[in-house]
């Protein structure tokens, strides 16, 4: 069993940024395809960022330049620092994994960007 646990949400204004964090409860060197989704109301949940098994990161385009995601392995813990919000970012924001097979959600943290 893993938990992830999401935080750093909030409501912030256009332009402004968050940076949101997972705290794994295993070493995220167990975790594959670690990353972020999100989910607007009466939208499908969908990708925002993830770690690949090679150490690089792929992002949906939208997103692209904008928002970082990364990793610190002594916290166990994956960050997505957000730069420069945008109300179209607003959503809740799910952390994932794949630990022995199994995939794996946080509870989700509510981002909302302010006109």
């Known amino acids: 069993q893993v938990q992830l646990v999401e935080s750093g949400g909030g409501l912030v204004q256009a332009g402004g940024s968050l940076r949101l964090s997972c705290a794994a409860s295993?070493?995220?060197?167990?975790?594959?395809?670690m990353g972020w989704y999100r989910q607007a109301p009466g939208k499908q949940r969908e990708l925002v960022a993830v770690l690949t098994n090679i150490g690089s990161a792929n992002y949906r385009d939208s997103v692209k330049d904008r928002f970082t995601i990364s990793r610190d392995n002594a916290k166990n813990t994956v960050y997505l620092q957000m730069n420069s919000l945008e109300p179209e970012d607003t959503a809740v924001y799910y952390c994932h994994g794949i630990y022995a097979g199994r995939s794996y959600w946080g509870q989700g943290t509510q981002v909302t960007v302010s006109s």
């Open positions: 295993v070493t995220i060197f167990s975790i594959n395809a």
